[in-house]
């Protein structure tokens, strides 16, 4: 097992808990992660995050070079007040709407041993940062309705 792993992904943090925003470029990790941190969520990483085990938890932060900083499309890099390291939660891959089930199996991943629930997100739809904060509260917070599996 690797100690650290760098990825492709934008992390933000929404009560301590960080989502990893995963896709190709131009694929919307920025343009949401700026949605959530509009509204109230914070900057871990942009484009590139650090992982690493620490105990039972994945943690992530941004390399060095670009912690605090966050793509603007049409407005450049801007720097934020950020977090500078958060426990990771949710694993959430963007992709197309034409490509989301209506009524997904519930996914997890496997990250530097840990398994991790896994969401696909459209992340251009109004109700995207909405989805995204109804399913991190889903995965992590005790006495809520679970999920329904398949």
Not at 6 to 14: E, R
Not at 40 to 49: F, I, T, W
Not at 51 to 72: K, M, N, Q, W, Y
Request: proline fraction near 6%; glycine fraction near 8%; charge should be neutral.
């Amino acid at each position: 097992m690797t100690d650290r792993l760098l990825i492709h992904a934008t992390a933000v943090a929404i009560d301590g808990r960080a989502v990893l925003l995963r896709g190709a470029s131009g694929s919307g990790k920025s343009d949401l992660a700026l949605r959530l941190i509009d509204a109230g969520a914070r900057l871990v990483a942009d484009d590139q995050s650090e992982l690493f085990r620490h105990g039972d938890s994945v943690i992530v932060r941004a390399p060095a070079t670009i912690a605090g900083l966050l793509e603007v499309r049409g407005i450049g890099i801007v720097r934020l007040d950020a977090l500078t390291e958060a426990p990771v939660a949710l694993l959430v891959d963007l992709v197309p709407a034409e490509t989301l089930e209506r009524l997904p199996v519930r996914q997890s991943e496997t990250i530097l041993g840990r398994a991790l629930p896994l969401i696909a997100l459209a992340p251009f739809e109004a109700s995207a940062p909405a989805k995204l904060r109804l399913a991190l509260r889903a995965f992590t917070e005790p006495g809520l309705p679970a999920m329904i599996a398949k």
